[in-house]
């Protein structure tokens, strides 16, 4: 048997981490087991359809690195695969679902179904058209009346599969109403069109969120009314914003193209969402695609629900950035580098190199390379520091000697520029240490920086730190 997952979309808002980790399971599952990965829109509801949503569904996987095999615009031979184009499908199904004694029609109209309404405003179908003769039911349709299609719950039974995840599933066909399959409009509930889609696709193994759980065997009997194989099931339990909030594209939480834009690289983030309900058997957090596809197993994934956490998600971006070449940071940096210096002449490789290991995720860069552009009269204060014993005498000395000793340095790199300030700190008597602090305020400006007085001078490059040094002593003496 190859194994066929799907996933199965709505396009009704952006895509959000949850959605995304279903997809991605579903992804895992089929490559591990060397089988087909399949993407189905399903748009049924097009009162919640929004626009644009199909194209960041595309776009969101393969930013994501999650290829399908077949979808709307990859044919394998089971399309189409957006439901809009399957409707004439569904009604010709729910009718040989009536033949087969698994459906019937209903003619029951607004009021009547309103009447049925408990305390809550909730109606449960009450059988009324499930036994109609043959008869009259071809005079009515005959007659034109309008009609749903409702599945046939058979009664007195107990429906039950066996979920990966969560094991034994029973619902009491009792328990069960006769739900309708199809519409007034012609058109399927995604109740009986996920059932005719997944058996008309070949799905061997549909992984989806718990939210569909008990709802299982209802569909199942919708399957063995039609004398079709079941699927085996997989669900997800869902991703929380906080204790009692699951995330929501309503309320826009937690959309993947957001995090993107912030910053973050696609493959930190598919890695941090396989984690939130799965665990590796040697809890391994940091994953490529090739070892989650190597390493995914039903039995680490959880049964109950995780939160989200940005934090974490974060620390796991910048390990990636850590762990990449120069050349790739540089790549992925340097439009986040751009954006900080504009026009201005710097040496872009030498700021990413600063960059590297001091931001977690990319939109931090603009931040923290702030002081190459904007740098000007700033507050004496800074240049006090009680513990190294500098003061706003120490540090005009300190700053004179730092400039003085760089103006005549030829070679501009960390380790010139730290020997020469080294050298000028021992010739006047003043500490290394005194003459660095003072001299990375007088560069930047500014109380923290990315970086200590060398690599800021580095950043600078020998113009520029003159100039600054230049000013920040005639600012000190004013003072
Ligand atoms: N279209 C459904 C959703 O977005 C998918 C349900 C399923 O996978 O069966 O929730």
Redesign the pocket.
């Known amino acids: 048997m190859t194994v066929r997952t ?5 396009p ?1 808002g952006f895509m959000h981490i949850g ?1 995304l980790r ?1 997809g991605l399971y579903a992804y895992l599952f089929a490559r591990q087991n060397k089988g087909c990965f399949i993407l189905r829109i ?1 748009d049924t509801d097009q009162e919640r359809k929004v626009e644009g949503a199909v194209d960041m569904v595309y776009r969101t996987l393969e930013t994501a690195g999650i290829s399908y095999d077949e979808g709307p615009d990859k044919d394998g031979g089971y399309g189409p695969y957006v439901q809009t184009e399957r409707m004439g499908l569904y009604k010709q199904y729910a009718q040989r679902l009536v033949e087969l004694g698994g459906a019937y029609y209903c003619f029951c109209d607004k009021e009547r179904l309103e009447s049925l309404k408990d305390e809550n405003g909730v109606h449960t179908y009450d059988k009324h058209c499930r036994d109609l003769s043959k008869e009259e039911v071809a005079r009515r349709l005959a007659a034109g009346e309008p009609y749903v299609i409702r599945q046939k719950v058979p009664e007195g039974v107990t429906s039950e599969y066996d979920d990966l995840v969560f094991g034994r599933i029973s619902v009491d066909s009792a328990d069960i109403e006769d739900g309708v399959l199809l519409k007034s409009d012609g058109l399927p509930t ?1 109740n009986f069109a ?1 059932v005719v889609d ?1 058996h008309l696709m070949g799905i061997t193994h ?4 718990t ?2 759980l008990s709802s299982t065997p209802k569909y199942n009997l919708i399957y063995d009314a039609f004398g079709w194989e079941r699927p085996q099931y997989m669900h997800l339990p869902p991703i929380m914003k906080d204790a009692t909030r699951k995330l929501s594209k309503r309320f826009g939480d937690a959309n993947f193209e957001d995090f993107i834009a912030k910053g973050y690289l696609p493959q930190a983030v598919v890695n941090y969402i396989a984690l939130l309900g799965w665990c590796p058997k040697d809890n391994r957090e940091k994953m490529t695609m090739d070892e989650m596809i190597e390493a995914f197993d039903i039995s680490g994934i959880s049964h109950s629900s995780s939160i989200f956490d940005e934090n974490k998600m974060r620390w796991l971006n910048g390990e990636y950035l850590k762990a990449m070449s120069a050349e790739e940071f540089y790549e992925v940096a340097l439009p986040w580098i751009e954006k900080a210096i504009g026009d201005n002449g710097f040496d872009k490789k030498e700021l990413a190199s600063l960059m590297q290991t001091r931001v977690d995720i990319l939109s931090e860069i603009p931040q923290k390379l702030a002081f190459l552009c904007d740098f000007g009269e700033h507050d004496v204060n800074m240049y006090t520091h009680q513990k190294m014993k500098v003061d706003k005498d120490v540090a005009v000395s300190a700053v004179r000697i730092a400039r003085d000793c760089l103006a005549s340095l030829g070679e501009w790199d960390e380790e010139h520029i730290k020997e020469c300030v080294k050298q000028g700190a021992e010739n006047s008597g003043l500490k290394g240490g005194q003459v660095m602090f003072s001299m990375r305020v007088a560069l930047t400006g500014a109380a923290v920086t990315p970086g200590g007085a060398i690599e800021m001078a580095v950043a600078l490059g020998k113009s520029e730190s003159l100039r600054r040094l230049a000013f920040s002593e005639q600012m000190l003496l004013k003072a």
Do not use: Q
Request: glycine content about 6%.
């Open positions: 799907r996933f199965a979309p709505s009704t959605n279903t399903e995604y996920n997944d549909v992984i989806r969120g939210e569909y």
